[in-house]
């Protein structure tokens, strides 16, 4: 049963493009989000988060929003680079106070120079 | 602050062996937790402790699998009688009691069972 889901395995965007990178969720009870960024041979990063109480958080070039009555939350990354390219996953955490993450399966992201 | 360390960073190892990966967290981060990650899947749970206590497991989490956080710092994640399907990366992430950034990663460990 996965609970949280990247539907699209990869994207390809264009250098000074946005990227849109999205991530949907089954568990009402999640009320805490994060994206990391991931390189290959390294552990995951975190980029940035968003609160089940917003709708939208931004930093710099990256910004979430969430959706959550259709339970749906998107990273933009504007405008691209190619050091962005990378695997991007999202996170969620039950309001349970196991401060548990659970991950979805990830979108590799190439942004072409 | 040197970040989250894990140890090996490789481990090839024959089926029916024991295996065990060490992970020093950030110091002043009493949370610590244990995930695996297979190719094209995200990090799974595999177990969490606060300070030294272990307070979730995960059903993925067989008897084969041990983790242990004495007195609260390192922590250590042994598998025995290895098999082809525990063949995954094994990270380790730590983070504070409340941490708006999520957990802090460690770089992994590859554990590759032949």
């Known amino acids: 049963d996965q609970q949280v889901k990247q539907n699209s395995p990869s994207l390809s965007v264009q250098e000074g493009r946005i990227s849109i990178l999205n991530c949907d969720y089954t568990?009402?009870?999640?009320?805490?989000f994060l994206w990391y960024k991931k390189y290959p041979a390294e552990g995951p990063t975190f980029l940035i988060s968003?609160?089940?109480?917003?709708d939208k958080n931004e930093d710099g070039r990256f910004t979430v929003f969430l959706n959550k009555s259709a339970k749906h939350l998107s990273l933009h990354i504007v405008p691209s680079q190619p050091g962005d390219s990378a695997v991007y996953f999202c996170?969620?955490?039950?309001?349970?106070?196991?401060?548990?993450?659970?991950f979805g399966t990830g979108t590799r992201l190439k942004v072409l120079a | 602050d040197t970040g989250v360390s894990q140890d090996p960073r490789h481990k090839i190892t024959k089926r029916g062996q024991n295996v065990t990966f060490r992970c020093d967290p950030i110091?002043?981060?009493?949370?610590l937790y244990w995930y695996r990650q297979t190719l094209g899947q995200g990090p799974e749970f595999l177990t969490y402790?606060?300070?030294?206590?272990?307070?979730?497991k995960s059903r993925l989490l067989s008897d084969r699998f041990s983790a242990e956080r004495p007195k609260g710092s390192f922590s250590t994640l042994e598998i025995q009688r290895t098999e082809q399907g525990d063949s995954a990366m094994y990270l380790c992430?730590?983070?504070?009691?409340?941490?708006?950034?999520?957990?802090?990663f460690g770089s992994g460990t590859r554990l590759t069972v032949v």
């Open positions: 402790f606060q300070n030294e206590a272990q307070l979730e």
């Open positions: 996170a969620a955490r039950e309001n349970s106070g196991t401060y548990k993450y659970i």
């Open positions: 968003i609160s089940s109480i917003k």
């Open positions: 992430a730590s983070s504070r009691l409340r941490d708006s950034r999520g957990y802090t």
């Open positions: 568990n009402s009870m999640f009320d805490y």
């Open positions: 110091s002043e981060h009493n949370r």
